[in-house]
């Protein structure tokens, strides 16, 4: 009954959340509105564009109700400056611009619309580009030139991943800007690992300095001095 | 309150509560599978959704030229619907097709959170009944289950093999020489987390120098407990 998973989403779980993703679906039949748990569902009206869950988009075009249109940056221009971007610097390309006034985050930004921003990748970007690619590779403009894009932005992407480890440490934050959601999921288990690891190493000497803190606190001595306590391992 | 909270609620109010409570579930859904300790229950959002989920099961959203009253089941419904296929109108056994698929996600993400809960229960039973913090965080069948658990485990063990030991080493939750027997969940495991607002005060890293500042957007790799208060404020979420 208790869930059999370690803690951290797994790719199929992550591939769950990106289905909540919203997509632009040009439908090909009428379909009046629903309510659904998750909100209401507007009216379909062919050919009028409309805002939907990237499941129920997919549900739709696999009976050929519907035809889904790409975001903008899941287009060969758009990747290549993106892949070109990423082969210039060692950290990821920056995620799109969030929205000011609110705290939403992915899967419910509305970076896969039809009015995402073209020039740069969203947290679901690989899970949603091999989900659009499998099911409605008819509705992207030269989807083998597309597909070849991804599958090097990946590996540009996983070897930055890689070449981070050497940063890793026990007791610092690691910054990930722009990390994408099934990156978060492949490489959680080995990040994780090293990173719980050198704190392990290193925590005989964490407890040390936080006794002696706790003293020179109690003690009243304004505690400046900093010396071999370089975290380094 | 000043004008970005305003705003904020303003432009909260354009999103349906159905959405709103899809939001806030699917992140607590996320943060539950990824914290390494129980996360406190969230009363009002589960008992919405449940209730949600109920009445749609119930009552889904008349379907246009159903032939059926709309007091039976869901389920009966979707059976009529399949046995009827070809005869009945495609549309409305489309329309059910999506209502049955959204439910369905629905009751994965609660089963899967609710399993996840589960999960750390077990792991670390004995820790949640004795800790006051970790027990308030339990719901009410949560609680009850953790309790019969351990009184059920406690027994087998006794009648299996604690009962052969000395009466001074019987107990589960021995504290002798300082160290509790009673295991907790390893607070300072690393977790991913992303910045929901700007923090204002920077986020220090118990026992190191470390201490960094964390605007809308970033994602770091840090130790659950420096995170913590940041994750349970709502200003930042796991990922």
């Known amino acids: 009954m208790a869930l059999p998973l370690p803690p951290g989403l797994t790719p199929a779980e992550t591939a769950f959340l990106c289905e909540m993703e919203m997509v632009t679906v040009i439908p090909r039949q009428r379909l009046e509105g629903l309510e659904l748990l998750g909100g209401p569902i507007p009216p379909l009206n062919p050919p009028y564009r409309t805002p939907l869950p990237l499941w129920l988009a997919l549900l739709l075009k696999r009976q050929r109700r519907a035809n889904i249109l790409p975001p903008p940056w899941l287009s060969p221009p758009s990747l290549h400056s993106i892949l070109d971007f990423e082969k210039s610097t060692p950290s990821f390309s920056p995620p799109p611009p969030l929205p000011p006034y609110a705290t939403t985050s992915p899967p419910f930004l509305p970076s896969a619309t039809a009015n995402a921003p073209p020039d740069a990748l969203p947290y679901h970007w690989l899970e949603l580009g091999e989900m659009l690619l499998e099911a409605a590779n008819d509705d992207i403009p030269e989807p083998d030139n597309v597909r070849r894009l991804m599958r090097d932005l990946r590996e540009v992407r996983m070897a930055k991943m890689r070449a981070g480890v050497g940063v890793l440490e026990g007791g610092r934050e690691v910054n990930m800007n722009g990390v ?3 990156e978060v999921a492949e490489g959680r288990a080995f990040i994780g690992g090293v990173v719980d690891g050198l704190r392990k190493i290193g925590a005989s000497k964490e407890l040390s300095r ?11 001595i304004g505690g400046g001095e900093e010396d071999e306590d370089d975290m380094d391992i | 309150m000043d004008i970005d909270d305003i705003l904020a609620e303003v432009d909260s109010h354009a999103i349906p509560h159905e959405t709103q409570d899809l939001q806030e579930l699917t992140r607590a859904w996320v943060t539950e599978r990824s914290a390494p300790e129980l996360l406190p229950w969230p009363d009002a959002l589960m008992e919405r959704t449940l209730e949600r989920i109920r009445r749609q099961v119930r009552h889904p959203p008349p379907l246009a030229p ?27 056994n489309f329309r059910l097709i ?16 609710l399993r996840a809960r589960i999960a750390k229960i077990d792991a670390h039973a004995l820790h949640h009944l004795t800790d006051p913090t970790a027990k308030a965080r339990l719901s009410p069948s949560e609680l009850q289950y953790a309790t019969a658990h351990t009184a059920l485990l406690h027994a087998h063990y006794h009648s299996s093999f604690l009962s052969q030991f000395p009466a001074s080493l019987r107990r589960m939750d021995d504290t002798a020489g300082g160290i509790s027997m009673v295991e907790g969940p390893d607070v300072d495991k690393a977790v991913f987390v992303r910045a929901l607002r700007d923090v204002d005060e920077p ?12 605007r809308r957007g970033d994602v770091v790799v840090v130790r659950w407990s420096a995170v913590r208060g940041i994750v349970m404020a709502g200003d930042a979420e796991l990922i």
């Open chain 1, 180 to 182: 994408g959601g099934m």
């Open chain 1, 210 to 220: 936080r006794e002696r803190e706790a003293e020179e606190r109690e003690n009243g």
């Open chain 2, 66 to 92: 159903s032939p059926l009253a709309d007091t039976e089941p869901l389920s009966i419904k979707i059976e009529l619907v399949e046995e009827q296929t070809g005869n009945t109108d495609p549309k409305a």
């Open chain 2, 98 to 113: 999506i209502i049955q698929t959204e439910l369905e996600r629905f009751k994965y993400l609660v089963r899967s959170f």
């Open chain 2, 203 to 214: 986020v220090y890293v118990d026992g190191t120098d470390t201490a960094f500042e964390m």
